[in-house]
């Protein structure tokens, strides 16, 4: 009986020693899988409006992808900000407890339109105190100060695409 009772607690140290991760990767899955059954949706702000279609996920990234017809509206009102108001930070702060993003997990949304291509990434820094949103949204691959998710410039990607 001793035998047992001591092959069951080193079993239970066994398991409670390795335990099991909760990545990034697995949280985004998750939220992914989440959201997918409340597609499509529709978010509106003052008169602006954006559909998401589609629900993705790429490693601990969540893949949204919209249509609008107010890409230009949408993209001014982005741009209007430095930094976040603070209403906005609240809801920002709000929004990243409930979608995991302090635990790892980004999202980026990507909005057709069918004249350019929009990005916004939104991650752990996009609720901070001196943020710029206008470092997370990417209009054609590039953001407002010209450099692309990995930091590269058109120039530097050129470079780089010639080299290879």
């Known amino acids: ?10 079993v239970s140290l066994v398991c409670a020693q390795s335990g099991f991760k909760i990545t990034p990767e697995l949280l985004a899955s998750v ?48 741009y209007k900000y430095k930094t976040l108001p603070d209403d906005l930070k609240r809801q920002c702060n709000d929004f990243s407890k409930v979608s995991m993003v302090a635990q790892g997990v980004e999202y980026m949304l990507r909005v057709k339109d069918g004249k350019r291509g929009i990005e916004v990434i ?18 054609d691959g590039y953001n407002r100060y010209g450099l692309d998710r990995f930091g590269h410039t058109k120039k530097e990607n050129a470079k780089l695409k010639k080299a290879s």
């Not at 009986?1 to 080193?10: D, N, Q």
């Open 31 to 78: 939220m992914a899988k989440s959201m997918e059954s409340n597609l499509p949706q529709t978010f509106k702000y003052k008169e602006l409006r954006l559909v998401v279609q589609h629900v993705d996920v790429e490693g601990k990234r969540v893949l949204l992808d919209a249509t609008t017809s107010q890409s230009k509206e949408i993209l001014d009102e982005l």
């Open 122 to 139: 939104y991650d752990k820094e996009a609720c901070g105190e001196s943020f710029d949103p206008s470092q997370k949204i990417f209009v």
């Open 1 to 10: 009986m001793r035998f047992w009772m001591a092959l069951g607690c080193l």
